[in-house]
């Protein structure tokens, strides 16, 4: 009972929004320090950091021989990094693709997957060891260049960032999400980041723009092509955020005769090659690349997609523009340089604040190692001082030592040593004391002495400590700069300057085809120009609705009982003997609309639409294509109201029968055109509605159906009236269903 009432005591009270909110908040900022955002001085996340370290205890230098990546895993998990497995071997492998970083971190041996997106050997079949470029992030390590931390379990300790000789931030680039926010920074090229390092150096206060002319933009490990302006690489790196469009390479290769084919030989950074070959195999079994005939997978160690064009007069560039808009032949990297700064605040940099924050590193590992190695230097020159005393009282020290109880006591008050100058002293070995090692202890002074007074000088002058940092910089340009294998420029540049329009219907195979709506809403296409009287096949209880000839390369058009349009294109409409599929699944219908009309958009054309109320109006062709699935609302509709007619404006005339047989004809130029609302009355009625409309030049006259087939009205008088009158009676013989034609 006691411990229960101790225990109630300590209960506190707290607001539970406020207290989720501080521990949603402490989890949040647990992911972006600890998991998702690399520092901005070594370009490291913690697993990326702890795996290096590792490597580096384990002694597994470029010279070294590999080891197991278990091995390497396990040390990690189980000295430094406190999570799976899985994540951990997943970072190890990604350090070591040449295809997903730009300077590699990790020298793999085995299976560490490849660009097709095949995924690495489990961990006891592969071996690793580490790279110069990683050798050179971690230079300094063992002379206090950086600070350490205790691990999660206390046992060891371990670098809270990199002395980073090499900008890798920039050069290695890195991707994470976070909790509320996220970073993707492309890899650059590290000559290009030295050049525009050394700028900095000499012109802080400079601009942003002379930096970028020196980093030019993006280099990704899988080369491609940059096709963005200066000016918007150059906005870009000044707020931190912006896009690249990269292409893939290619070229034309001649195989004589007028014959050729396109070979990729680089494809944008990310992008899996098996299905971009898929992607494109898929649009050519679609038919939607008649220009294209086949494609093969011709790759060994270097990118080779070969293109085979379907005939000789096939433009290459506009085959290929037409790919980079398709498929990820062109992608687009967003770049959202999002990194913790040196205060382990996370936040979004411009380029030339990046630049800074790692010369400001460099600059304070620059003076940790100086003060590190004037403590070297200090403590052995105190013992060489030690040393020199020694030998100038010989025979004394030999005395004190072999005769006094306490001889390092003696010795320090005989020759006013210090206790570490007495410590060596009687370390000493018999054959040091040859005359020869005593001049070798001069020298040594007199050389430390000159260093420790470089050294000084070198603390004491900001400027010298700059060129010191300049040198340091030219010397990792020349070790992985331009000149060098890994260092070449890989992703090139080039300006779009007038993008190729090319529509859609120009790469899609142009073949005729019947398109078939039934009264249940299901939609087909057959090949080839049916006879349109054709007795179709429908499921039970359907049947006809609209049949029309059309082209693949078609739009078709359809107007619903909402006065909405729709658009689909010809092409995306299933073929086959089935039934088709419900139009609902290709364009968003009303549950309680129905579609009324289904024609073939032709441009600069007329319409005229028009409600069972008998108001209608005519609409433009651009006014009627509609761009996403939800359609287009064009005609407005009251209570009751719903859309009835949608006619081709083909002629000088309009004849409108009511449902009270009334007839009216009058000219077409007194509808009005709108490109929206409820129209204009174009028949008077006092009971029911519009039956049916018909258009029709004045010359030819209106057509009705009536025994024993078709009659031809010329003579219009008796019908011939303004819009929105009332009519007279259909003639004599016109059909009991007020319709014109039998539809």
């Keep these: 009972m006691k411990h229960m009432a101790e225990a109630v005591e300590k209960i506190k009270d707290v607001h539970l929004a406020e207290e989720l909110s501080?521990?949603?908040?402490?989890?949040?900022?647990?992911?972006?320090?600890?998991?998702?955002?690399?520092?901005?001085?070594?370009?490291?996340?913690?697993?990326?950091?702890?795996?290096?370290?590792?490597?580096r205890q384990l002694h597994l230098d470029p010279k070294s021989g590999f080891k197991k990546c278990a091995r390497v895993v396990g040390?990690?998990?189980?000295?430094?990094?406190?999570?799976?497995?899985?994540?951990?071997?997943?970072?190890?492998?990604r350090l070591a693709q040449d295809f997903s970083v730009r300077y590699p971190l990790v020298d793999g041996q085995g299976n560490f997957g490849n660009i097709d997106g095949d995924g690495?050997?489990?961990?006891?079949?592969?071996?690793?060891?580490?790279?110069d470029f990683a050798m050179a992030l971690m230079e300094g390590l063992n002379e206090n260049a950086v600070d350490f931390r205790d691990t999660y379990d206390g046992e060891e300790n371990e670098p809270v960032v990199m002395p980073s000789m090499v900008p890798n931030l920039l050069c290695n680039g890195s991707m994470g999400i976070a909790v509320g926010m996220a970073t993707?920074?492309?890899?650059?090229?590290?000559?290009?980041?030295?050049?525009?390092?050394?700028?900095?150096v000499e012109n802080p206060e400079c601009e942003i723009e002379p930096l970028v002319k020196r980093i030019k933009g993006p280099d990704f490990p899988t080369g491609g092509v940059i096709i963005d302006?200066?000016?918007?690489?150059?906005?870009?790196?000044?707020?931190?955020?912006?896009?690249?469009?990269?292409?893939a390479k290619w070229e034309k290769e001649d195989l004589g005769h007028g014959q050729y084919q396109i070979i990729v030989k680089e494809i944008p950074y990310q992008v899996i090659k098996s299905k971009l070959i898929e992607k494109i195999a898929a649009l050519l079994m679609d038919k939607k690349l008649p220009m294209l005939s086949d494609i093969r997978d011709e790759s060994a160690q270097d990118v080779r997609i070969v293109l085979e064009p379907k005939n000789r007069t096939v433009d290459a560039a506009l085959l290929m523009e037409h790919l980079f808009k398709q498929t990820d032949l062109e992608v687009r990297f967003t770049m959202n340089m999002n990194v913790l700064d040196s205060d382990t605040v996370p936040r979004v940099m411009s380029i030339k604040e990046v630049l800074k924050e790692f010369l400001n590193h460099r600059h304070n590992v620059l003076k940790r190692r100086v003060k590190f190695r004037l403590d070297k230097i200090n403590a052995r020159m105190e013992l060489l001082s030690g040393y020199l005393i020694a030998y100038l009282n010989l025979?004394?020290?030999?005395?004190?030592?072999?005769?006094?109880?306490?001889?390092?006591?003696?010795?320090?008050?005989?020759?006013?040593?210090?206790?570490?100058?007495?410590?060596?002293?009687?370390?000493?070995?018999l054959r040091s004391l040859r005359k020869l090692e005593e001049m070798e202890i001069r020298k040594e002074y007199d050389d430390l002495a000159a260093e420790k007074g470089e050294l000084e000088a070198l603390l004491a002058d900001e400027g010298k400590r700059w060129e010191a940092i300049s040198n340091e910089i030219r010397a990792t340009k020349e070790k992985f700069g331009k000149k060098t294998a890994i260092g070449r420029r890989?992703?090139?540049?080039?300006?779009?300057?007038?993008?190729?329009?090319?529509?859609?219907?120009?790469?899609?195979?142009?073949?005729?085809?019947?398109?078939?709506?039934?009264?249940?809403?299901?939609?087909r296409a057959l090949k080839g120009y049916s006879d349109l009287n054709d007795e179709f096949?429908?499921?039970?209880?359907?049947?006809?609705?609209?049949?029309?000839?059309?082209?693949?390369?078609?739009?078709?058009?359809?107007?619903?009982?909402?006065?909405?349009?729709?658009?689909?294109?010809?092409?995306?409409?299933?073929?086959?003997?089935?039934?088709?599929?419900?139009?609902?699944?290709?364009?968003?219908?009303?549950?309680?609309?129905?579609?009324?009309?289904?024609?073939?958009?032709?441009?600069?054309?007329?319409?005229?639409?028009?409600?069972?109320?008998?108001?209608?109006?005519?609409?433009d062709e651009n006014h009627i294509m509609a761009q996403t699935r939800n359609g287009r609302k064009i005609m407005n509709l009251e209570n009751g109201e719903y859309a009835k007619f949608c006619k081709k404006m083909s002629g000088d005339m309009v004849a409108v029968i009511g449902d009270n047989r009334k007839l009216l004809v009058f000219k077409s130029e007194e509808v009005p055109t709108m490109a929206r609302g409820r129209g204009v009355t174009l028949q008077k009625y006092k009971d029911g509605g519009l039956s049916d409309i018909q258009i029709f030049n004045e010359a030819d006259g209106f057509t009705y159906t009536r025994a024993g087939g078709t009659k031809t009205e010329t003579d219009l008088l008796a019908w011939l009236g303004h819009r929105a009158q009332v009519g007279k009676l259909a003639p004599f013989g016109f059909p009991k269903s007020n319709k014109f034609l039998k539809d």
């Design 395 to 429: 025979d004394e020290v030999i005395r004190i030592i072999r005769e006094d109880e306490e001889p390092k006591a003696s010795l320090i008050k005989k020759f006013e040593l210090t206790d570490n100058q007495a410590e060596a002293i009687l370390n000493m070995k």
């Design 537 to 619: 096949k429908f499921k039970d209880d359907d049947s006809l609705l609209f049949a029309i000839h059309a082209q693949t390369t078609d739009k078709i058009i359809l107007f619903d009982t909402s006065g909405k349009f729709f658009t689909v294109s010809a092409n995306e409409i299933p073929c086959g003997r089935g039934f088709g599929q419900p139009l609902r699944l290709m364009v968003d219908l009303g549950i309680n609309d129905n579609i009324c009309d289904m024609f073939v958009f032709e441009p600069k054309a007329q319409y005229l639409i028009a409600s069972n109320s008998g108001r209608g109006f005519l609409v």
């Design 229 to 247: 302006k200066f000016a918007t690489i150059l906005d870009a790196y000044t707020n931190g955020k912006g896009t690249f469009r990269i292409r």
């Design 120 to 131: 690495a050997a489990a961990m006891r079949y592969t071996e690793a060891r580490l790279t």
């Design 490 to 523: 890989r992703t090139e540049f080039a300006e779009v300057s007038e993008e190729i329009d090319v529509p859609v219907e120009a790469f899609i195979e142009k073949e005729p085809i019947t398109i078939i709506l039934s009264q249940k809403g299901w939609i």
């Design 75 to 93: 040390d990690v998990i189980g000295k430094y990094h406190p999570h799976g497995d899985s994540a951990v071997y997943g970072a190890m492998v």
């Design 22 to 55: 501080t521990r949603y908040l402490s989890y949040a900022m647990s992911t972006i320090v600890d998991r998702a955002l690399p520092d901005v001085r070594d370009g490291l996340k913690p697993v990326h950091r702890r795996l290096l370290y590792a490597m």
């Design 184 to 200: 993707n920074i492309p890899p650059h090229n590290l000559s290009e980041v030295c050049d525009a390092l050394l700028y900095l």
